[in-house]
């Protein structure tokens, strides 16, 4: 037997309907538990915290070939293993939060294919943790 047309746009709209309901509960349960979780999605990302509070070496470029060395490392690297595929940064980021009691050294990298990015390299302690691709504000200090 074959389903009549309305039937089919019958059920297409039930299947969005109950999408739709179980992305607002979702968003509820999300508010109720961390809000700041859902501040973060609808607000744009604060451009103060990546300003460089010390210029290292202002001609550091990292290539494509380095980005991805990078980014097939394995965890945990050592901060001298990325450094030693990165060299030195273009400059530091003020230290951040990322787990309670643990303060993440982040320094970043100017691209050589696009002025527009850079990447920041967070470290805790002398353990890489992570990088992250980030529009450059252009509030470093020149060096």
């Not at 059920?11 to 509960?25: E, F, G, P, T």
């Amino acid at each position: 037997m074959k389903r009549s047309t309305k039937q089919r746009v019958f059920q297409i709209w039930i299947v969005i309907i109950v999408l739709i309901a179980i992305a607002i509960a979702a968003i509820r349960l999300l508010r109720e538990s961390h809000p700041q979780s859902i501040l973060s999605l609808t607000r744009p990302p604060n451009l103060i915290e990546n300003q460089c509070v010390e210029i290292i070496a202002p001609d550091a470029l990292l290539n494509r070939n380095q980005i991805l060395k990078l980014m097939s490392l394995t965890e945990p690297t050592s901060k001298a293993r990325v450094r030693a595929i990165l060299k030195a940064p273009y400059c530091k980021l003020e230290a951040i939060a990322i787990r309670a009691g643990a303060k993440s050294e982040r320094e970043t990298y100017l691209l050589n294919y696009d002025s527009t990015l850079w990447v920041i390299v967070l470290y805790e302690g002398n353990t890489f943790v992570g990088i992250r691709i980030a529009p450059r504000n252009g509030s470093c200090p020149s060096g």
